[in-house]
């Protein structure tokens, strides 16, 4: 059985910094696509970012440039540091995955039923 658990969420003000966790465990594909996606109070969800088995990333426009995802093979992990923050930033942050995914981009989360609970992200300005 998948599990994905999300943490590393929090307040910050805006221009700092953090770094969100995605743990999986019962995650055993050689191929899978692993999305941060995020929805803030009153908004629709928002692909973020993602990465593919092969360690192919990419972003969201909106934070392009400010957001990296990463994983940690070892420990079964994929980061998503967050830079320049912006009170627009402010959501739930999930990270959803999927095994030998079509395709892997910030809006593939739609299709996965695999997702964590998420982690609360709060930027003021």
């Known amino acids: 059985q998948v599990q994905l658990a999300e943490s590393g969420g929090g307040s910050v003000q805006a221009g700092g910094s953090l770094r969100l966790s995605c743990a999986a465990s019962?995650?055993?594909?050689?191929?899978?696509?692993v999305v941060w996606f995020r929805q803030a109070p009153g908004k629709e969800r928002e692909g973020v970012a993602a990465?593919?088995?092969?360690?192919?990333?990419s972003y969201a426009n909106s934070v392009k440039g400010r957001f990296t995802i990463s994983e940690d093979n070892t420990n079964h992990t994929v980061y998503l540091q967050m830079s320049s923050l912006k009170p627009e930033d402010t959501a739930t942050y999930y990270c959803?995955?999927?095994?030998?995914?079509?395709?892997?981009?910030?809006?593939?989360?739609?299709?996965?039923?695999?997702w964590g609970a998420g982690t609360a992200v709060t930027i003021s300005s």
């Open positions: 990465i593919d088995s092969d360690g192919s990333t």
């Open positions: 019962g995650f055993i594909y050689n191929s899978y696509c």
């Open positions: 959803a995955a999927e095994g030998y995914p079509v395709r892997c981009g910030p809006t593939s989360y739609f299709g996965m039923t695999n």
